[in-house]
């Protein structure tokens, strides 16, 4: 079974500069993740997709990330204009089950190390 | 919130001892999920274990196994025979019934030494 795809693997660029991460998730997985894991710390929440619709995205910083889910299957992340303490590892997890959150496996890709300087 | 607090940035074992990892949380919910993650240097999360509150038995996966304490608001990780393989950083994470995202502690970097 082919697990979740993400690239770049890194990425460097300057500050103010715009960056896309891409995720492809596990075949037949409806709900995507992403996370932001700054050096030192635990990965933390950006957003949920279920399917192609947005289920959390509170603690993304919307005045410059988006994100987006075309056709419920793979999603890009953007930031613009990047600032240096968006430096990090942005992983990408997906999981099988619909509906109500369960104890399900989430499974993660190998995520895009980004360098703002 | 829901917060997840490793007391140990960094532990060491020696290959087949045993090493314990600790992780306390903080919630008001009486129901809810419990995991173990293992990141190597790969960044690749990869899922030890799982517990649900509701269930009093410890889970265990081979060499790993938790000691659940639902009143301590403790779930600490036991690694047996502990292999150069296992050396990676370990997180602690809760997940709320009602909620989706896992919120993750700030890490265990375990090292085996041969």
């Known amino acids: 079974e082919a697990g979740v795809a993400q690239s770049p693997r890194y990425k460097i660029i300057e500050k103010r500069q715009s960056v896309a991460f891409w995720c492809n998730p596990i075949s037949g997985h409806a709900t995507l993740y992403w996370y932001q894991q700054i050096l030192g710390q635990g990965p933390k929440l950006l957003i949920q997709?279920?399917?192609?619709?947005?289920?959390?995205d509170s603690q993304l910083p919307k005045d410059r990330f988006s994100a987006e889910r075309l056709k419920g299957v793979d999603s890009t992340l953007k930031i613009q204009p990047a600032k240096l303490e968006d430096s990090a590892v942005y992983l990408c997890?997906?999981?099988?089950?619909?509906?109500?959150?369960?104890?399900?496996?989430?499974?993660f890709g190998s995520g895009t190390q980004l360098s703002v300087l | 919130a829901q917060t997840v607090t490793q007391s140990q940035p960094e532990m060491s074992v020696q290959e087949a001892e045993t090493v314990t990892l600790s992780c306390t949380y903080d919630?008001?919910?009486?129901?809810?999920?419990l995991f173990w993650y293992k990141q190597p240097p790969s960044r690749q999360m990869i899922l030890v274990i799982r517990q649900e509150a509701y269930k009093q038995q410890n889970a265990t996966e081979n060499r790993f196994s938790v000691n659940f304490q639902k009143a301590a608001k403790s779930f600490s990780l036991k690694i047996s025979d502990s292999q150069l393989g296992d050396a990676a950083m370990y997180f602690c994470?809760?997940?709320?019934?009602?909620?989706?995202?896992?919120?993750f502690g700030k890490g265990t970097s375990l090292l085996v030494t041969p």
């Open positions: 997709f279920q399917n192609n619709g947005v289920v959390d």
């Open positions: 919630t008001s919910e009486s129901d809810y999920y």
């Open positions: 997890a997906s999981s099988l089950v619909q509906g109500g959150p369960t104890n399900e496996k989430l499974f």
């Open positions: 994470a809760y997940r709320s019934l009602a909620g989706y995202a896992l919120n």
